[in-house]
């Protein structure tokens, strides 16, 4: 596709169930990032990707949040036993390649998850 | 520990004026600098990268300035629309890292 998509691209669900969030990004681009933007708030990291590894976990919340990336290519966020402070918009983004110089970030229209 | 602020908060001008919204990071070992605006209920778009080598980057009205010397970029917004009423983010990679630290934003209302 042209850009980076996420879905679902809304998610109700009871306090202690289980979410899986889904990016696809733009299609090449080795570098993949999510991020959490809670009401009001800016922008929060969770982690990073380059290709099918995750140098960069230190934004995950708790044990409750893990992601995975297969082929290079789509990832998926896991929330398990979900709480009422998870409710944010969970963003996806991505980039060209590994060299932080010269390729900016492109970012899916995001999922807004909402526990209750 | 990267740490980036916008200012202002929010703004609120007439069309037809032309703006300066700020940005500075307390960490000048920065790759580049990222300027993004976000929509209502939207994902971000990506209005300007500039490199660590470069000083000024343009797109169409938009002119973005990086200093990094003293930890600052300005976005630079001429003959502003009401289309341009959006939150303006920036965005700086943490110190030899590829994580991202963004500004809390400047939400731009222009009136019409």
């Known amino acids: 596709g042209a850009g980076v998509s996420q879905s679902p691209s809304n998610k109700v669900t009871e306090k202690g169930k289980d979410v899986e969030l889904r990016c696809d990004p733009i299609?090449?681009?080795?570098?993949l990032y999510w991020y959490r933007q809670s009401l009001g708030q800016g922008l929060e990291f969770l982690i990073y990707f380059q290709g099918n590894s995750a140098p960069d976990k230190s934004g995950l919340p708790s044990d409750r949040f893990s992601a995975e990336r297969t082929g290079g290519s789509v990832s998926t966020l896991t929330i398990q036993r979900t709480q009422q402070e998870d409710s944010a918009v969970y963003l996806c983004?991505?980039?060209?390649?590994?060299?932080?110089?010269?390729?900016?970030?492109?970012f899916g229209p995001g999922t807004r998850l909402t526990v209750l | 520990k990267q740490e980036v602020t916008q200012i202002p908060a929010a703004l609120s001008v007439p069309e037809g004026e032309n703006l300066v919204l700020n940005c500075s990071f307390t960490?000048?070992?920065?790759?580049?600098l990222q300027w993004f605006r976000q929509d209502p209920g939207k994902g971000l778009t990506s209005l300007l990268l500039?490199?660590?080598?470069?000083r000024e980057q343009t797109s169409g009205r938009l002119n973005a300035s990086l200093d990094k010397s003293s930890g600052r970029s300005t976005l630079y917004i001429a003959a502003s629309q009401p289309g341009d009423s959006a939150t303006y983010l920036c965005a700086v990679p943490a110190s030899g890292t590829y994580k991202y630290i963004f500004g809390t934003g400047t939400r731009l209302k222009v009136l019409a």
């Open positions: 960490d000048s070992a920065i790759y580049n």
């Open positions: 299609s090449g681009h080795t570098a």
């Open positions: 500039i490199q660590s080598s470069q």
């Open positions: 983004a991505s980039r060209a390649s590994g060299v932080l110089s010269y390729n900016e970030q492109f």
